[in-house]
C-alpha cells in the first residue's frame, strides 16, 4: 500500500463515519491522526478506546483535527487530558524505546505529543448518546 492509497481509505472510511448521523446525534469521525507519519511509523499501532461522546452533541467535529492540535487542546480545554494523557504517555514510551518513569511531563514539554500522530484512534463509539435511546 502507498501513502496515497491509505489516504484514499482514510477519506473513504471518514465519509462512512459521517453517513451515521441521526437525530440529535452527529458522528465524530476518527481514524488516522497523520497518515504520513503513521505509515511511516514502526510499530503500527491502532489504539481502541470506547469513550462516548457528549449527549446531543451535534457541532460536526472531528476528532482527527482536534488530535492534530493536541498540545494546544490538553493545556486550554479541561477533560482531555484525562483520555489522552495516558496515550500519549504510553506511546512516547513506545516510540522512544523509554521506561515511564523517565517520560517528560506534558505540561512541561508539550512537543513530546507530537507522537500520537503515528497511531491511529478507533472509538468503539461514533456517535453521541442520546437519552430517549435505549442500551442495547
Given at each position: 500500500m502507498t501513502i496515497e492509497n491509505l489516504k484514499l481509505e482514510q477519506e473513504k472510511i471518514i465519509k462512512e463515519i459521517e453517513n451515521l448521523k441521526c437525530e440529535n446525534s452527529t458522528p465524530i469521525p476518527d481514524g488516522i491522526i497523520d497518515v504520513e507519519k503513521y505509515f511511516?511509523?514502526?510499530?503500527?499501532?491502532?489504539?481502541?478506546?470506547?469513550?462516548?461522546?457528549?449527549?446531543?452533541?451535534?457541532?460536526?467535529?472531528?476528532?482527527?483535527?482536534?488530535?492534530n492540535d493536541l498540545p494546544n487542546v490538553l493545556t486550554k480545554?479541561?477533560?482531555?487530558?484525562?483520555?489522552?494523557?495516558?496515550?500519549?504517555?504510553?506511546?512516547?514510551?513506545?516510540?522512544?524505546?523509554?521506561?515511564?518513569?523517565?517520560?517528560?511531563?506534558?505540561?512541561?514539554?508539550?512537543?513530546?505529543c507530537q507522537c500520537y500522530k503515528k497511531y491511529s484512534l478507533c472509538k468503539y463509539e461514533k456517535t453521541s448518546r442520546n437519552k430517549s435511546r435505549k442500551s442495547q
Open positions: 511511516h511509523s514502526n510499530p503500527k499501532i491502532l489504539w481502541i478506546n470506547k469513550d462516548v461522546n457528549s449527549e446531543n452533541d451535534v457541532d460536526g467535529w472531528s476528532l482527527i483535527d482536534v488530535l480545554e479541561k477533560g482531555w487530558n484525562q483520555t489522552f494523557n495516558p496515550i500519549v504517555y504510553t506511546l512516547y514510551g513506545i516510540f522512544n524505546k523509554m521506561e515511564w518513569e523517565k517520560i517528560p511531563f506534558i505540561s512541561e514539554e508539550p512537543e513530546n
